[in-house]
């Protein structure tokens, strides 16, 4: 009898075993690490991690690898969460608006959100007259906008880019 996935073409899903995460989170920890140096973390030899992690890359379990830079010495350090609401939301509003958020580089995280507000935005900006000129010149010139909140951050408690597993 075949399964679901099989009658549908689609690939069985894939169980992630020990070594699977133990290689997971020796990346997020630090993706820089050569594959010798992660066979010896999770305790596995070379080839098998190799294989592992080219595997773990092709199934879409790493999306990819980046580098964290110092918002402050990029001259970026005001961090905003920018709460939008929309007139009206319909596929083609949506659609615009999230074009239009694609080309701004400010915003560095975006969210579709149940609840008082549509979007909520994460901006990265020099200080508060250059995110006061993203409002006014950017998200200001919307016509479906209905309102936004910002929320500036003092300080940051805690900040971690990598998935709990």
Known sequence: MKSACQKNNLPAPVTLDTY????????????????????????????????????????????????????????????????????????????????????????????NTSGSFDYLLKIHAADMESYRDFVLNRLGTLESLSSIESTFVMDSVKEYAGIPI
């Open 20 to 111: 699977d995460l133990r290689i997971l989170r020796t990346l997020q920890q630090d993706s820089r690490r050569t594959t010798k140096e992660i066979a010896a973390a999770v305790g596995l030899s070379v080839t098998p991690v190799y294989e592992r992690i080219r595997r773990l890359e092709k199934e879409g379990y790493i999306a990819g690898y980046t580098a964290r830079l110092n918002a402050n010495k990029l001259n970026r350090g005001l961090i905003v969460f920018c709460h939008v609401k929309l007139l009206r939301l319909n596929r083609d509003i949506a659609y615009g608006f999230t074009e239009l958020i694609q080309g701004i580089p400010e915003v560095v995280e975006c969210y």
